[in-house]
Nanobody
Framework: QVQLVESGGGFVQPEASLRLSCTAS????????MGWYRQAPGKQRELVAT??????TNYADSVKGRFIISRDNVKNTYLQMNSLKPEDTAVYYCHARAWRTGDYWGQGTQVTVSS
């Protein structure tokens, strides 16, 4: 099993920046993709960004050029969010895909962008 814990969310004004962190524990060496997803009220959960064990990244068109996903080891994955917009308001979830053991989700961290 894998456990994920997110942190770094908050309430900010448009054009501000936030950095989200995700710490993984458990069978972390089975993980081959990490990612960030978000879900706003009344909307489906959507992909924000992913990063593979080979450091290949993928971004939703809505955040490309503003957000950066990165990792410094197997345990820690980050989402740097710049030039935040009100439409970025959502609960952000850390996600892990592990070989032969399935997908894992964190509890989520709230990001609110409002003037």
């Amino acid at each position: 099993q894998v456990q994920l814990v997110e942190s770094g969310g908050g309430f900010v004004q448009p054009e501000a920046s936030l950095r989200l962190s995700c710490t993984a524990s458990g069978n972390i060496f089975s993980i081959y993709v990490m990612g960030w997803y978000r879900q706003a009220p009344g909307k489906q959960r959507e992909l924000v960004a992913t990063i593979t064990s080979g450091d290949t990244t993928n971004y939703a068109d809505s955040v490309k050029g503003r957000f950066i996903i990165s990792r410094d080891n197997v345990k820690n994955t980050y989402l740097q969010m710049n030039s935040l917009k009100p439409e970025d308001t959502a609960v952000y979830y850390c996600h892990a895909r592990a070989w032969r053991t399935g997908d894992y989700w964190g509890q989520g961290t709230q990001v609110t962008v409002s003037s």
